[in-house]
């Protein structure tokens, strides 16, 4: 083999790696980060970006590159064989006293397995794994050689492109002019992959995918149930309710007249004092009650931040299908579904999930039964919207404090009961537990 042939499969084999890296980088890069380098001048992210914001031109870029990589393996194949396969033939002709037909095959052979293997090594898994490794830089990289090759390659990539759409309309299937979006689902599973490399911390995933499951989760999930809700009955006298008032630990109180389900309105903590200030005497309810916002139990947390912009409101009643309250929604408790942190107001009624030393996790019955994943490893699937729920509806009875079940794969030990409540379960966890619990920034 001379120099000249050397150097030609040497070509052929660079201009496959270059097609190749072109092509996994144009798929892999991010739009942002293009979009980033284009804003602070550079030039080739400049003629880059438009490429990737544009889906039509983007399958262009990429036939072209496979285009590239067909001509490129195609010709290093015939190259080889016309050159590389000759001589070799005669040197098995003359060392391997060989017939030239035996010899002609044998070459043949080697020069293909030969060929193949450089190919493959050099001319597809290294730019692909560069390509992917460092996409932004070979994107740009690639960008000249490859919109040289779009100029060159326009008619057959036409002729290409409105084949494949006609062959796809002819199997039924929609032409998509749009880039992939990802589901919920998918990142999730993006965020988890990043928690297992050590891109995220274990709160930095919770609060992640939390926020990302929020528009699923109903004001009944949201909501504090009824029998740990204080309200004030219409009829409370001013000294009494200006007494509970500066007792309770909550900014405000539900009002109900006659029947506990007969919400008329809210007395917030800020509008007795200041109504106190003023005038120097106490209100009476009336005087400081606002009205009251009701809502489905079965409205979900997107749209429970809605209603709380639009109507101005921190506090919402939830209320079945027959008007019969089930609780109350706090943007307090939105924070908590959003971030899994806990409102200064409200950091004695709602207890937090903690890791123990032993391995195990301390569980609140009160938890969210989609929640427990994310601190024993294992999901929980129920119709029940926290644990204790779920452990009493899988037992079909109230557990005994000390007791240890088997709940959906998980060693359970009730810890502590409030009357037939389950306040709080020690459960054996599965990875991805970690020594400490979620931070609580303020």
Not at 140 to 165: C, D, E, H, K, Q
């Amino acid at each position: 083999m001379n120099v000249t042939t050397f150097a030609v499969f040497l070509f052929l084999i660079t201009a496959n790696a270059l097609y190749v890296a072109a092509e996994f980088a144009a798929v892999g890069v991010r739009r942002s980060q293009i979009q980033k380098l284009a804003e602070n001048g550079h030039w080739l992210a400049k003629g880059l970006l438009p490429i990737i914001e544009d889906t039509a031109r983007l399958d262009r870029y990429i036939a072209a590159s496979q285009i590239g990589i067909t001509l490129s393996s195609l010709i290093l194949g015939a190259y080889g064989q016309a050159t590389l396969g000759q001589d070799l033939a005669l040197l098995f002709e003359l060392l391997g006293d060989m017939e030239p037909l035996a010899a002609q095959s044998t070459a043949a052979i080697v020069v293909l397995v030969l060929l193949t293997g450089l190919q493959v090594v050099f001319g597809e898994l290294v730019p692909k794994s560069l390509a992917l490794q460092y996409p932004v830089q070979l994107a740009l990289y690639t960008y000249l050689p490859m919109r040289w090759s779009l100029r060159l390659y326009s008619g057959f990539i036409a002729f290409l492109n409105g084949s494949g759409i006609v062959l796809l309309r002819a199997l039924g299937i929609r032409h998509s002019r749009h880039r992939h979006v990802h589901s919920p689902e998918e990142i999730d599973m993006l965020i988890a992959e990043s928690r297992e490399v050590g891109l995220l911390k274990l709160h930095e995933q919770q609060r992640l995918h939390q926020a990302l499951y929020l528009s699923r989760r109903t004001a009944r999930q949201l909501m504090v149930p009824r029998r740990f809700v204080a309200i004030v009955d219409a009829k409370t006298p001013p000294q009494q309710l200006f007494q509970i008032v500066v007792e309770s630990p909550f900014s405000s109180l539900p009002v109900y007249k006659g029947s506990l389900d007969n919400i008329i309105g809210m007395i917030h903590t800020k509008d007795v004092t200041a109504h106190f200030a003023e005038h120097r005497a106490l209100p009476t309810v009336g005087e400081a009650m606002r009205p009251a916002i009701s809502v489905l139990d079965k409205v979900t947390g997107d749209r429970l931040l809605a209603i709380m912009r639009q109507r101005h409101s921190r506090k919402l009643i939830v209320v079945d299908e027959y008007g019969t309250m089930q609780g109350l929604v706090t943007l307090d408790d939105m924070l908590i579904a959003l971030t899994g942190g806990v409102a200064e107001e409200s950091k004695e009624e709602h207890a937090q999930p903690e890791y123990l030393p032993d391995g195990r996790v301390r569980l609140p019955g009160l938890l969210r039964v989609e929640e427990t994943v994310l601190w024993t490893g294992l999901p929980w699937h129920s119709q029940a919207n926290t644990v204790a729920g779920h452990i009493t509806s899988v037992l079909e009875r109230i557990p005994e404090p000390g007791e240890r079940v088997m709940i959906d794969g998980l060693e359970v030990e009730i810890e502590e009961l409030n009357g037939p409540v389950i306040r709080s379960v020690l459960v054996k966890a599965n990875p991805p537990a970690e020594p400490s619990a979620p931070e609580n920034e303020d």
